[in-house]
Each structure stands twice: as C-alpha cells, then as structure tokens.
C-alpha cells in the first residue's frame, strides 16, 4: 500500500507524523512523508521518500508579526477579532500549499492520504482520486462534543448547547475560509466535480471524514459522544528500533559535563514561540531560575532566546532531542505544545506550562487535572515570582513527581503507532472493496 503522509509546522507537528510513517514502513507499506523542506534530512535520514511543502505558514509563525497573530487568538473575542487578520496574512500561503500538495499527491500517487488538519484540502484530493483519506490531529481540536466548548474559547455553565456551538463556529469558519483555495484548485483539476462534496470537515455526504488523534486517553479523556470514525490511540513517538537507521544523537561534551556536575536541571524552552521580546524573556527566566534556586537548561530555539552571559548554574543550548533530555530533568517548564507536553509527560517529568494561544492553554490544564504540574501561567501573566513559585513547586513537590511518574508509566505503556498503523489498514481495506 502505497501512503502519503502529509504534515506543516514545527518539529512537533513532523516527528509525530515520522514515527507514524516509520510503523507505516516496518508493516510493510511504501511511505512517502510530505512536508517543509527545511525537515528533509530528517525524513530522508530515517530511509523514507520526502516530498517538499511550502514553509510559509512556518515562516510567519517565527516572525514578531506571527507571534502577534497567534498571541491573539485566545477566548471567543479575541478570535473573532484576530481572524480576519490571519486569513489575509495566510491567503498567499495557502493558494502556494494547496499547490504543493496536490503536486506531491500526484508524485507519490498513493493509495491513502493520511493528513495534517493545516492541509485542508486533502478530502478534497482524495475524494477526486476516489481513495481513502484520515485526519491525523495531535490535539483534540477538531471533532465536535457536548461535553466540552472548542479548546481556547471559554468554558461557561450554558450545556452542551453552548458546547456544540462553539465546534459549529470553527467549522464554519474553517468551511469559509478554505472555500476559495479550494474552488481555485477545482476550476483547474476537477472539471468533473468529483470533490464537490468534500469540505475540510467531511469526504462527502455519507461519508464522515475518519480522524485519528496520536494523544493518550490517559491525558484527555474521550469525549463519550464521539462517533466510531474518531480514534484516540495513544502519542506517536519515535520507536528505538526504527531510529537506528538514522545518526544515533550524542550530547555535546560541555551539555553533558554540565548535567554530570550537579542535580538533575529543570528545562525551560519556549520553541518557536519565545514571544514578541525574546530577550526580556530570556532575563525573566534568568531571574526566575536563580530565584527558584534551580540548576537549569534553558533551549533558545527558533524564539532567539538570547542571553550575553550566564550564571554557572544556567546552560543554554540551541536545540536537544526532548526522549533523551528530559529524562535527565528535574522538571519542564515551556509554552504547551502537543509534542513538548507528550514527551515532558512520558518522561514522568513535572510540567510547567505557560502558554500562548491555540491549543496550549488546553494542554495546561489538563497537566494541572492531572497532578502532574501546576497551574499553566498564560504568557501575558508570567512574571518572575510567579514562574519561580511554579519552578520551585515543580522541581521540589514529591507528590507531584510521584503523579507524573503514574503518568508516565501510563503513556509508557500504549503503543499508539502501532494502533494508529492498524486502523489506517482497515480504513484502506474497507474503502478499497
């Protein structure tokens, strides 16, 4: 079987998809991984086909101006205000990655498209191809529930109406903004109007839009009124056996000297979003560590967290692989996103989570519910006592560790690939008859 994985964003909305195309690859299946190009040599390294997408998306979210935009997007007004905003900052991007993709569609000519919910367009490909198409999300921010609003906007004692609604608004908003990208691309390759039907949110009408979510149950709980085409199958991580094709990762010899010289540190790392002042960032993690009375590593990322110079006590480092990182921290402090909270939580890591937007605060809470971290500290309250309150809890409560080590076991548990490789065999099965 032939799969076209597709992916946009960061590192931590690639590796996940990886380690899904690497359990794609060991079952036997000819994978190719579309994404930016800048994670070529990551793809390629590990022994898959890599075809390129366009990076714009990614560039803006590192530019001051992106960091703006997305710093907005939270509760219902600031979504309301900040979107147009967003769709006329990303209209150029998208007609280029609706380009890209359909380009690497018909490059790889595969028999199921597994997709990033940030291309759109796949149902669209798939449903004028006639061949199976799955969402893959590493979030729970597409499928729609009573029992909680969109994940951003603000939980209010009004039911499950308000619930639904909440979904109903991105839905339609998602079905307005991408109609046009779409329609554009249909005038030219779909002059039969075989995705006519098709929208970001479904394949065709009878035909629900399968969705696989790579995030554990025991993180956020499944939603009880999700119907049987949604999957939550645990994280997708990179498996030990499948990375050895790939350069093994050795620490550099000052990190390692650094880590054997003292107690386990706490790590602080922002990624790609240290914020629109990045330097006053940095100085106000400085000063919290050293007020916490912490050892810390802190990553500067793509968010240019720079520091002229630093205390003994303080590492800075460009970038580390978090599976073997955290295992060697005495808690993790950094903005929220999906990936960097499934590896901090694996690693039975306590989790300080000071969020921009999106679907970081989502994160934070549930790591707080869990007992595995403190309260998130939204981005525009963090301060240096408060940060450092939150450091000193994370790094010295052992009923706090002892919680995110229950945790831990419990993600160390699921093989999520491995369920995600075999729902997305039976899904190419049953529409393939």
Known sequence: ???????????????????????????????????????????????????????????????????????????????????????????????????????????????????????????????????????????????????????????????????????????????????????????????????????????????????????????????????????????????????????????????????DAGLPPVYVGFGSMAGTKPEATTRLVLDAVQRAKVRAVIATGWGGMTAASLPSSVFMLDAAPHEWLFLRMAAVVHHGGAGTTAAGLRAGCPTVICPFGLDQPLWGRAVAALGAGPDPIPQKRLTVERLAAAIARAAGDAAMRSCAQRVGRAIQAENGVARAVAIIERIAARDSA
């Open 1 to 259: 079987m032939r799969v076209l994985l597709a992916t946009i964003g960061t590192r931590g909305d690639v590796q996940p998809f990886l380690a899904l195309a690497l359990g794609l690859n060991a079952a036997g299946h000819d994978v190719t991984v579309a994404t930016c190009p800048r994670f070529e040599s990551f793809i390629t390294d590990h022994g898959l086909r890599f075809l390129p997408l366009d990076e714009g998306l990614l560039t803006l979210l590192e530019s001051q101006r992106g960091r703006e935009l997305i710093g907005n997007l939270t509760g219902l007004i600031g979504v309301l205000r900040s979107l147009p905003k967003v769709l006329r900052e990303v209209g150029p991007i998208h007609h280029r990655l609706v380009a890209d993709a359909w380009s690497a569609v018909e490059a790889s000519q595969p028999d199921v498209i597994v997709y990033h919910p940030k291309l759109f367009c796949m149902p669209a490909f798939a449903a004028v191809r006639d061949i199976p198409v799955v969402l893959a999300l590493l979030n729970p921010m597409f499928v729609p529930t009573g029992e909680w609003p969109l994940p951003g906007l603000s939980r209010l004692p009004l039911g499950a109406a308000y619930n639904r609604a909440t979904w109903r608004l991105m839905h339609g908003m998602m079905n307005l903004a991408s109609r046009g990208y779409i329609n554009a691309w249909r005038r030219r390759h779909d002059p039969l109007g075989k995705s006519a039907a098709s929208t970001p949110s479904r394949v065709a009408p009878g035909r629900p839009l399968p969705v696989l979510h790579g995030l554990s149950s025991t993180v956020v709980p499944v939603a009880e009124d999700w119907p049987e085409h949604v999957h939550v199958t645990g994280y997708w991580f990179m498996p030990l056996a499948e990375r050895a094709t790939a350069p093994v990762w050795t620490p550099p010899e000052d990190l390692q000297r650094f880590l």
